[in-house]
């Protein structure tokens, strides 16, 4: 078996070298920074303690992330690489949202066979009134017959406006879901890539609208389970080792070159880093004419974890409706708030950004902002691409016009967001090409 060269140790490149090393193939991933996971990774944080506590240092994600399981690439990575028991999937669909009045509300599966728990799901979510209800069980039942293509040229706000779906019922239900799921806020979105993660959701089989938490961080989840399993099966991982420039020795085979030195020779190789990272390796545009000029428009996530002295949290995660804090995540000594399409904080500072957290947080949830004793923030100002507009049209396949390069990201054309899900997506895919050309 030929070895294959992987440019980036995110999700999307562990997944292609776990695919191609569990089907014989020789990987050589390489990696500019000093460890993998990319925005799916954790890093270590050590807060100051209150006078009355010892020091401890912990794992901090790079971005609080919820996946479902409709993640179906997803769970079978972590199956593959024996990580499945580091997540907890509910029993069925069950989301706890509280409104600015501190009272809660719950979005979870009935008894009835499904599809009909989820309508009851509907039925049963008292944010809403009887009229609204009914007007969302109507909206999701249209989903069975709806045509994906037909909503190419609507933003997620038109689709739900031509459809009723205003007021509480888009900014308690399906803003929640749209923000959430794309990063992209209605008026920008997508309409027909958010109707085909609705379809899967509710009309895609009973497990897939399950929630599912990762037990661990994500780097104990995802990054050292994969690495162990690559270098396993004797796929070679360089960190620190950033590709600069890629040449063509001769017609079958690519030179790679890190800071001025040769690293090898392949003959395929699978570009796995961000799409505004790709014109940074020289000679690319030589092998890749058609990757296009114009960058894609980026949408940030900002995360707060907040050390508390006493957590009042009993809830596993809640969502937050009408606030700019969409998701708490509740970690026991501290709570991980997460803000997506949050680039109308980019250039405000970080004390200001956590007034407008406490003050949420004391609003919604009563929390004493005395409690909080120590933070991190993480903002990802290109945590993911803005899921709609022009930037579908920017979208690259995973095949190239060169038979020896593929892509690989989130950013790639999946038919899916920027998630796990589509990293994962888009990894297997990249994969799955090079063993089908093989074989």
């Given at each position: 078996m030929p070895?294959?060269?992987?440019?980036g140790?995110g999700l999307a490149?562990l997944?292609?070298a776990?695919?191609l090393?569990s089907?014989?193939?020789k990987?050589h991933l390489?990696?500019?920074?000093?460890k993998?996971g990319?925005?799916a990774?954790?890093?270590?944080?050590?807060?100051?303690?209150?006078?009355?506590?010892?020091?401890?240092e912990y794992?901090?994600?790079?971005?609080?992330?919820?996946?479902m399981g409709?993640?179906?690439?997803?769970?079978?990575l972590?199956r593959e690489?024996?990580?499945?028991?580091?997540i907890?999937?509910q029993d069925?669909m069950e989301?706890?949202?509280i409104g600015?009045n501190?009272?809660?509300y719950?979005?979870?599966?009935?008894s009835?066979?499904?599809?009909l728990s989820?309508?009851?799901?509907?039925?049963?979510?008292?944010?809403?009134?009887?009229?609204?209800?009914?007007?969302?069980?109507?909206f999701?039942?249209q989903?069975?017959?709806?045509?994906?293509?037909?909503l190419d040229?609507l933003?997620?706000?038109?689709?739900l406006?031509?459809n009723?779906?205003?007021?509480?019922?888009?900014?308690?239900?399906?803003e929640?879901?749209?923000?959430?799921?794309?990063?992209?806020s209605?008026?920008?979105?997508?309409?027909s890539i958010?109707?085909?993660?609705?379809k899967?959701?509710f009309?895609?089989?009973?497990?897939?609208s399950?929630?599912?938490?990762?037990?661990?961080n994500l780097?104990?989840?995802?990054?050292?389970?994969?690495?162990?399993f690559?270098?396993s099966?004797?796929?070679i991982?360089?960190f620190?080792t950033p590709v600069n420039?890629?040449?063509?020795?001769n017609s079958?085979?690519?030179?790679?070159?890190?800071?001025?030195?040769s690293i090898?020779?392949?003959?395929?190789v699978?570009?796995?880093?961000?799409?505004?990272a790709l014109?940074?390796?020289?000679?690319?545009?030589q092998?890749?004419?058609?990757?296009?000029n114009?960058e894609?428009?980026?949408?940030?996530?900002t995360?707060?974890?907040?050390?508390?002295k006493?957590?009042p949290?009993k809830?596993?995660f809640l969502a937050?409706?009408?606030?700019?804090?969409?998701?708490?995540f509740n970690?026991?000594?501290?709570i991980?708030?997460?803000?997506?399409s949050?680039?109308n904080?980019d250039?405000?500072s970080?004390?200001d950004i956590?007034?407008?957290i406490?003050?949420e947080l004391k609003k919604?949830?009563?929390l004493?902002?005395a409690e909080?004793?120590?933070?991190k923030?993480?903002?990802?100002?290109r945590?993911?691409f803005?899921?709609g507009g022009?930037?579908l049209?920017?979208?690259?396949?995973?095949?190239t016009?060169?038979p020896?390069l593929f892509?690989?990201?989130d950013?790639?054309?999946t038919?899916l967001?920027a998630?796990i899900?589509g990293?994962?997506?888009?990894?297997?895919?990249?994969?799955?090409?090079?063993?089908?050309?093989y074989?």
């Amino acid at each position: 078996m030929p070895e294959i060269a992987i440019i980036g140790s995110g999700l999307a490149g562990l997944t292609a070298a776990v695919t191609l090393s569990s089907k014989g193939f020789k990987v050589h991933l390489f990696e500019g920074s000093k460890k993998g996971g990319g925005r799916a990774g954790s890093f270590p944080f050590t807060p100051t303690p209150p006078l009355d506590n010892s020091q401890k240092e912990y794992q901090l994600d790079n971005g609080q992330h919820i996946m479902m399981g409709c993640y179906h690439e997803t769970l079978s990575l972590l199956r593959e690489i024996s990580a499945i028991d580091k997540i907890s999937i509910q029993d069925k669909m069950e989301v706890k949202v509280i409104g600015n009045n501190q009272k809660s509300y719950m979005l979870k599966s009935g008894s009835m066979p499904y599809p009909l728990s989820l309508l009851q799901a509907l039925m049963g979510y008292d944010l809403l009134n009887f009229r609204e209800k009914l007007s969302a069980v109507k909206f999701v039942n249209q989903l069975k017959s709806l045509e994906i293509n037909s909503l190419d040229r609507l933003t997620v706000k038109e689709w739900l406006d031509q459809n009723g779906q205003t007021g509480a019922l888009s900014t308690g239900l399906w803003e929640i879901l749209c923000i959430g799921t794309l990063n992209t806020s209605p008026d920008k979105a997508s309409a027909s890539i958010f109707a085909r993660i609705l379809k899967i959701v509710f009309l895609g089989g009973k497990v897939n609208s399950k929630i599912v938490v990762p037990a661990v961080n994500l780097s104990s989840l995802f990054v050292e389970p994969a690495i162990r399993f690559i270098r396993s099966r004797g796929g070679i991982i360089e960190f620190s080792t950033p590709v600069n420039m890629i040449n063509s020795t001769n017609s079958s085979s690519f030179e790679l070159i890190s800071r001025d030195q040769s690293i090898g020779n392949f003959p395929d190789v699978i570009f796995a880093v961000p799409h505004h990272a790709l014109k940074k390796i020289n000679g690319i545009e030589q092998h890749l004419p058609s990757i296009p000029n114009r960058e894609l428009e980026y949408s940030s996530i900002t995360t707060f974890h907040l050390f508390l002295k006493i957590n009042p949290l009993k809830d596993d995660f809640l969502a937050l409706t009408g606030s700019p804090v969409q998701w708490v995540f509740n970690h026991g000594d501290y709570i991980t708030t997460v803000t997506s399409s949050s680039s109308n904080w980019d250039k405000m500072s970080e004390s200001d950004i956590l007034k407008i957290i406490v003050s949420e947080l004391k609003k919604y949830l009563n929390l004493n902002e005395a409690e909080v004793y120590d933070y991190k923030m993480v903002k990802e100002k290109r945590a993911t691409f803005v899921c709609g507009g022009e930037n579908l049209k920017h979208r690259l396949g995973c095949c190239t016009e060169n038979p020896g390069l593929f892509f690989a990201g989130d950013w790639t054309d999946t038919g899916l967001p920027a998630t796990i899900e589509g990293a994962v997506l888009s990894g297997r895919t990249a994969a799955r090409k090079i063993i089908q050309k093989y074989s």
